[in-house]
């Protein structure tokens, strides 16, 4: 297979340039978007990669139509992609709890900008974490990924699709506007350095006929992808195992909900990825996710200097979230600090871990720059 | 024609463990499904070859009943998605079965701009006047003075002509009658199943229950009479005024052209960018 950019060696580009190739490294062959700042790039990037490969990159009339599409394409066999920012990734909400229903493994980039609403289009926020997790209406469960270098934005998206097509679900990847414009060393493998997961199918007729059903025990049914003749019906009402619509009865919806939550929270240790940085030791915590990880390391190093002993917790993955960790965590130091761009998302998660084991306080910022690693150090020392 | 037994029809194509349906006895949906159904099989289609696509809205519930592929997806979307799958798989053959509301309401941009694209795809578009699945709410494609429970005093809006809409936004076949001219319909049905690019087939179908009744039309019979009244074939309505057109119903067959599909443009945008990269010759 050839590919529309060198591999086997480091480029130097910026986050969204990473993501697009990362994304069809990973089989992604499927592109559908909306033009929006600071996403645009990953569309561009596609635009130009996607004919290249035998894939599909198309201008929808809006991010409802492209998340729908991108559904579409993943029922016809495609992995698939869209990328938008924070008005965007409003509209793709109803449709993003409709690939939860009938999980669908898509993935969802949301380079995140200051908002509400247009906000600050050119300006880096996380203010879209909870947003991600929680944003579509109803009982539900999703993966959210965040990284903080475009090194980790390409890594990322490789995970991003094995996730989703493991656990037949989306993912969500959450970038900023500062990842999406800065450009840094990436190294860019060639396919035989990645891991690439597909999707299970079904290995018979029978497995076939239980598109929502679980066949192996671990909550992820095959998935029966269109036109291979198994005849499946997928809608986004309450089913059964068949796809057969049970809206009125309670232990169908039980049921369905229960095993969507249990084939991601059953398999947390395989989803959850993190960083620590000197926590061994700590007296004072920091945790944090994507672009603000970049000061809060050198806080971290500014205080160790110091003598304070800080350390930093990084996830990778915002949900689902290992409250049991950040409980661990609290029990063995006085403080935890939650440096966010946001009034406080994140904030909330940690302080529900914590279980109050250990204070936790925030460090909000918004306006769309990100804290220096001074304004995290000179919260630690209070 | 020679017509199949509608059992025969029946047992071939429907789910049977799905039934009975949810439509309502007079509905005319059933009768819409029935020529679909009816024109795959003249066709000699393959039920593995065909995926049914719908939006939400009573119409939208066809899907489930008949045994294909299916995706019955979120309420006027159904086009949308129905863009990626066949992008994804142009081998799959699509029919999007959709109501008024669907499609012209909270669908209608998904509606112009799969049209503009010359999405390959067949609308069965059920058009009811109303929102049936919600209880008999006006739509826009309501005539002005009926009623809804939303226009409880009469429709005050002018109504949308989908068929029209379709046929100035660039689709390749479009047609509309009632479910009672089922000769015409079928036949429709398969020309829309033949064409590349976009196809629509409209179908007034009477929803007695939501729609009739609030409209002193509480049975099938009185609705088909009523469209008997209303509705006017496109040769006798190219002579009338537009006064005389007032509140009418054009049927008939609007369009049939053969523009290029969305799929052959997008493969030969493919093969144009990898001779502009000098991939290939
Ligand atoms: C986003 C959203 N808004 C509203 C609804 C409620 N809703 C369900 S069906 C429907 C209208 C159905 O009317 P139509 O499309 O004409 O189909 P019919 O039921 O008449 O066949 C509405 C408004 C919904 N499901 N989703
Ligand atoms: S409400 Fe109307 S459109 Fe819906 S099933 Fe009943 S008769 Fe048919």
Known sequence: MRYPFPVGKADFIPGDEAIARAAILAGCRFYAGYPITPASEIFEAMALYMPLVDGVSIQMEDELGSIAAIIGASWAGAKAMTATSGPGFSLMQENLGYAVMTETPIVVVNMMRGGPSTGQPTFPSQGDIMQAIWGTHGDHMLIVLSPSTVQEAFDLTIRAFNLAEKYRTPVVLLGDAELAHMRERVYIPTPDEIEVINRKLPANEEEARLPFGDPHGDGVPPMPIFGKGYRTYVTGLTHDENGHPRTVEPEVQERLIGRIYRKILDHKDDIISYEKFGLDDADVAIVSTGIVSRSAIRAVKMLRERGVKAGLLKLHTVWPFDFDMIEELAEGVKKILVPEMNMGQLYHLVKEGANGKAEVELIPKVGGEVHTPMEIAEKVVG | ?281
Request: hydrophobic share 40%.
């Open chain 2, 1 to 281: 024609m020679y017509l199949k037994d509608a059992y025969d029809v029946r047992d071939k194509y429907l789910r049977k463990e799905m039934l009975p349906t949810i439509f309502c006895p007079g509905c005319g949906i059933g009768s819409a499904l029935q020529f679909t159904l009816r024109a795959i099989d003249d066709l000699g289609y393959s039920q593995d070859e065909i995926v049914w696509v719908s939006g939400i809205g009573c119409s939208s519930r066809v899907p489930g009943y008949v045994n294909f592929d299916g995706l019955h997806t979120t309420h006027g979307r159904a086009l949308a998605f129905a863009t990626g799958i066949k992008l994804a798989n142009p081998d799959l053959k699509i029919i999007a079965f959709m109501g008024d509301g669907d499609t012209s309401a909270i669908g209608g941009n998904h509606f112009i701009h799969a049209i503009r694209r010359n999405l390959d795809v067949t609308v069965i578009l059920i058009n009811n006047f109303t929102y049936g699945m919600t209880g008999g709410q006006v739509a826009p494609t309501t005539l002005k003075g009926l009623k809804g429970t939303t226009a409880p005093y009469g429709q005050f809006e002018n109504p949308f002509d989908i068929a029209g809409l379709a046929v100035s936004a660039g689709a390749n076949y479009v047609a509309r009658w009632s479910v009672f001219n089922y000769l015409q319909g079928i036949n429709s049905i398969k020309k829309a199943l033949q064409k590349e690019g976009f196809s629509l087939v409209e179908f007034l179908s009477p929803c007695p229950v939501s729609f009739g009744r609030r409209n002193r039309m509480k049975t099938a019979p009185e609705l088909l009479r009523w469209y008997q009244k209303i509705t006017v074939p496109l040769n006798k309505a190219k002579k009338m005024s537009p006064e005389e057109l007032e509140g009418k119903v054009v049927i008939g067959e609007f369009a049939d052209r053969d523009r290029p599909g969305l799929v052959r443009s997008y493969m030969e945008y493919r093969e144009r960018a990898k001779k502009m990269m000098g991939w290939e010759e």
